[in-house]
């Protein structure tokens, strides 16, 4: 399966691999999925991929007619649809120009003759084709999602956040009107990951060169304050959605007892399987786009700051630093909201007669209170600094990035353990003489058990 791409018959191949992959047995879809992964990110013509993304379209297609299995397709298809080579058209036309600059016109024709590889013309038709086929599968599964899992929503929704903005305008108004119904189904199920997902894929297609659409977003602030509060009960770790801490693949275990990490499995991992990763990202592209927060009142910023302190008072304290610094930096550029700042708080219309004051003191006066070092100084610390017009908010976090500081969960809790004490109790001649650090000794009984957990071999 990993070599498909260059069978002549892979047709009946690639159909056989995809039945598989949507059967019930877990360890031959993990296998197949793995495999067709592989096989996809190789593809250099793209012919292959087309071929896979179609048969899984014919499944679609029959799972909505009432023909296919129960319980729709397995999420293990659509995650491989994340590792297609889209992309891979603009790199070889770049190549091609650089290449080309300084050759007359018989040389390049020459040279276009000889070549192994597909040219950028042919590369950019084969990838509008890939495409196609991708969207129509997302958007027949999207308006069958009652016959599917939540799982399989969430990473449709990612696809469509990462490869939306290539539509023409029509499909795209399509696409958020499918959007807007499957976030509120979402918020009815209290339904936190579906419906963030979905909230994150509308927010970015409204941003960027589709920003002058005229189109209906009333509902985008309050989806976002309803979405942040149902996901409380996940904010216990970065890694929030997967069923084994750390994720696996994404760390490794050196022979010399050190811990290395595969950065592009980590991001992979963070995207489709985290939460806190997940609110960053609502947070962020929230505020650029003009439908949304980009050109809100200043009671809907509000509202939205005092959801985020909330989260940050009652989530893990690893992913609490990480909201609370990006919460702060846009406190600190909207200086018309400092009142929130006080215990009093401030009215900025959000009840109409019956309105109520919003104040960000009493959860900042709870994270002061903290045993945990880190939000005990924030909560301390940081109403003075987002005041003061000389201080600098990032000086009170010992990271740069929010994203980076998530990605940081496991190695940090590992490097923990380095000044853990040792049990009372235990005998000297029970404990192994290892060249690998304490952490790796503290954590697990031997370097191979940790090994284990990682997921990876040394």
Known sequence: VRTAHDFNFRNRLLSTAVKHCNGKDEGIRKVLSEALSDMVESDGRLEASTEFVVAVGNIAQATAAGKGQQGGLKVELLQVFLKLPVGKAEFAALQEEASLKAIDEETAKGLAESRIHQSAKALQSAEAKLLYEVFVVYLRILRQRHLHSRRLVATI???LTRWGQQVNLELLLEIIQELRHTVLDALGQSDDV????GINCALVLLSGPSQALITDATWLPNAVTQAFGLSLSSLWSAHSEVPTWPPE???TLASDGSLGYRQKELTSSLEADSVPSLLLSVLEN????PHAFGRASDGAMAALLESVFLLATSSDPHVSSAL???AAQLLKRHRK?????DADGGLFGLGGIT????SIAWPLHLLGSSLVPMPNKIGRKLPDSIRSRLALVSELFPFRSSKTWLEREFPVHLAALAEVPKPAGVKEAHQQKSKAPKTTVSFCASPEELARRLGSSR
């Open 249 to 251: 693949r994404c760390f």
């Open 337 to 341: 909201l400092h009142t929130i700042l």
């Open 286 to 289: 929230a505020v650029k786009c």
């Open 324 to 326: 609370l610094r990006e």
């Open 355 to 358: 309105d109520r004051a919003i």
């Open 157 to 159: 929704l990612i696809g």
């Open 194 to 197: 579906v419906s963030l997902q």
